[in-house]
């Protein structure tokens, strides 16, 4: 299986700073043996454990978010292409005669009030409990997404809710024009709207092609993991705090850990998902309180920023001079250094003696300072015990990873960012406990 093949077998949805395959099926080459298992922190829709599996090696993913949830269970546990084609040729007609349904009893309309269940015609749709969601969708197009939305949570099958909920997410979540909601720039802090006509037509064309473009993704990976015998174990755990001990992950069970934290003030996860979760009662609420929770984003709140810049003299003088006396800036970037030094420490406890961890992060520009993360992140690892092997600056070679740039600090758009490998010792001491 060629990195290209696998690469594209992501495409049916645009999450949010995916990182490159290549990376994952390097690294799972070069550091493991088939069987050992793989695990990724942050494994947003799933690429790690998607590269581990079609290379025979077991894998655990966590995130904190329930849409990587989503789309990396579905990754990990695909159906056949003829179990996809049969549950097509049922769902279809459904689709249809709930369309049909919103379009002919169209003249009675009136606006839903959140969380209404709202009677068009012969459905009964639950109007998601969302603020602003007509700000945010036209009102065909809500019940029409509701619609979808329900058909998914009768569908009876746990696996095809999933599929049709991540489509359903694809269609919203894509780039301006080409989504069905008024929302542009949804990586972005706070989106932008920009209102355009969208037709019931191309409702049900966007998400027909969005529905088979998962189907065909998610059979073809079952078609290669058939060929690894589908002997390789894959585990998905979410919501899950990468900074906390993870109860279901033992200590020294894990030959290599591979993963993207997120960078600091770049995707504000709980707020570009929000749109698409909204549908999805019964696995996410839409309310921001999480927020507290994602790292890189959550401020400063709970951080003694002198005490822990004490201890990491290092950092304190990577900050450079004008950003280390400018308090308000100083400390949500320590909360997310700090946050990182939690997350190596429990990554440490899971990973076996001599096994590699591989952190792949791009630097800040903040106010006027460009912020060299990868080498604070080498810098904790190294105060955790771990060696650094080696940091490796690699080209992004197309805009294909969707960051935010601008005043929270990408240098224009994303050219480069690192790769930071490091190793647990073979030997440890029995004192080291981060
Ligand atoms: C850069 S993305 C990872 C993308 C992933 N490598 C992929 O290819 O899709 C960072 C991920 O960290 C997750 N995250 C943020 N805070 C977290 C936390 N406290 N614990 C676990 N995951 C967290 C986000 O939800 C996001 O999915």
Redesign the pocket.
Known sequence: MTQDNLERLHRFHC?S???PTEIAQSAIASFTKKGECVYD????????LVAALALGRSTIG????RL?GILSQLKVNPLSPKDYFNWRVDFLPKLDECLNEIESAWPTFRSPAAGEIWKIGRLALSVPELDNLLFWFPPQVTAALAAISNLAHQSGSEHFEKVILASLSACVIAKWPNTLSYAMDIDHTRPHRRIQKISMKRVKKTFLSRLDRTLECLGHLWEIYQEEKGAAIAKVLVP????SCIAEISDRSQRLIV????YFNAVD?PRAHRLSLCWMNGYASQELGSRK???GIRGAGGIDHLGWLSAFPKVKERLGPSLRNQNDKVKPLVAFFSDLERVLGENWRVLRNGGYAIYVIANNVIGKDRLPSHLILSDIAKSVGFERISIRSRPIKTMRRRFPVGPFGFDGPMTHEYVVTVKKPTRVRKSRTP
């Open positions: 999450y700073a995916r990182f922190p942050f494994c947003g829709s799933g690429t790690t966590s995130d904190i978010d990587a899950c705090d990468a900074r993963t993207s934290p997120p996860y929770d994602y790292v």
